[in-house]
């Protein structure tokens, strides 16, 4: 259990990190231009990955970072670009914790991780819990905000459970600066197509785009995908829920925000939530593997049976025989037309142990 609470706190990484995106954007990045803050984003931070595992992508995994990159980086950063600009801090918080459960229907789906009931209403309890700490009746909602923001949390679900899927496969600081690399390479582009020019960026634009990329990119992604590799996605879906969380203490902390209780109610809903889905060992497992960690065990080939010293392999000395009957002139297991094994014969007497095959009675007397 010890294990598993020490990657849960490393996974949380992520999601206190991405909390504080939503300020630093408002507050620091310039608006209108969401591509090129995703590309501004995404390719510095996968850079600074690349340079330190020094590891470049073999195989299949050319074309899964760029997949996975433009699931989990590239497009994601644009949408959450646009809803942090069009969307209330509270109502883009609300719609990316539903990420919880639509992760745990997908890695149902996908790698046949059947939420356990706990986990489900941990899942809903955590959703209320961000809800009644953010929603209020006077907020204004842009329609266009709202799907960005949907769609946001839809790709980097799948796409989480996608990355989940691959790992193990290469290390994780490789696998993210590929991601992460990939998606600033295809949004680029696309970014100076759509948008222009790069926006001019003063002091303080300069120290947000260091931040978002340092902190809440490189490393913070680096952290969920190594809880990814450790933790079912339903686990890791449950620590995002700290995400709100962290916007509205950063609120009362930074912007002089006052805290409600309201809002104090609905960060208990939350932490309670994600107490009560953690995994808990199981009867008969070490408790530093608890059930929400990775249920595939690794695979171990058994050893092979020992043999006497000196004497050889059984199924080496059957396959010997089988080749010398063979070249005799006869079939793996007996013995050549005309002669027949003796049984029953030892000592010195029995000789090779192979005798001629007696003449019948009637042929002797013919």
């Known amino acids: ?15 206190v990190a991405w909390g504080s995106t939503y300020f630093v954007t ?10 090129h803050g995703a590309a501004l984003r995404a390719l510095p931070a996968g850079l600074l990955l690349l340079l330190l595992c020094r590891a470049r992508p073999r195989g299949a995994w050319w074309w899964r970072s760029v997949v996975l990159g433009v699931l989990n ?17 509270s109502v883009a918080s609300v719609v990316m914790a539903t990420s919880s459960v639509v992760m745990m229907l997908v890695a149902w ?27 209020t009746a006077t907020e204004a909602v842009s329609p266009t905000g ?13 796409g989480f459970v996608l990355a989940r899927r691959c790992s193990g496969q290469v290390p ?37 785009f260091a931040y978002v990329g340092v902190v809440a990119t490189a490393l913070a992604f680096t952290a969920w995908f190594t809880g990814l590799r450790h933790l079912t996605a339903g686990t890791v879906g449950l620590v995002g829920l700290l995400n709100p969380v962290t916007g509205v203490l950063l609120g009362t902390a930074l912007a002089g925000e ?24 199981r009867a008969g497992r070490d408790p530093g593997t608890g059930g929400g960690e990775d249920p595939r065990p690794p695979q171990v080939l058994p050893p092979r049976r020992a043999v006497g010293v000196g004497r050889p392999d059984p199924a080496l000395r059957a396959a010997a025989g089988g080749a010398d009957a063979v070249r005799r002139g006869g079939r793996p297991g007996r013995a050549p037309r005309g002669e027949h094994h003796a049984v029953g ?12 095959r007696p003449t019948h009675p009637d042929c002797a007397r013919g």
């Open 109 to 135: 789906a996908v790698l046949a991780e059947r939420p356990a009931p706990v986990a489900v209403a941990g899942a809903v309890l955590g959703i209320a819990g961000v809800a009644a700490m953010l929603l």
């Open 172 to 208: 994780v600081l490789a696998s993210t600066a590929w991601q992460l690399v990939a998606g600033g390479l295809v949004v680029l582009p696309v970014a100076l197509l759509v948008e222009g020019a790069p926006p001019a960026l003063d002091g303080p634009a300069v120290a947000g």
């Open 146 to 158: 709202v799907a960005a923001s949907v769609a946001a949390m839809l790709m980097s679900s799948v």
């Open 258 to 281: 006052a805290l409600s209780g309201r809002q104090v109610a609905g960060i208990a809903l939350v932490l309670a939530g994600i107490v009560l889905a953690l995994p808990r060992p």
């Open 1 to 15: 259990m010890e294990a598993t609470w020490r990657r849960v706190l490393v996974t949380a990484i992520a999601p």
């Open 345 to 356: 014969t030892a000592g010195p007497g029995a000789g090779s142990g192979v005798h001629r």
């Open 73 to 89: 980086t590239s497009a994601f950063f644009a949408l959450v670009y646009v809803a942090a600009q069009l969307l209330p801090t």
């Open 26 to 35: 408002r507050e620091f990045l310039p608006a209108g231009q969401p591509l």
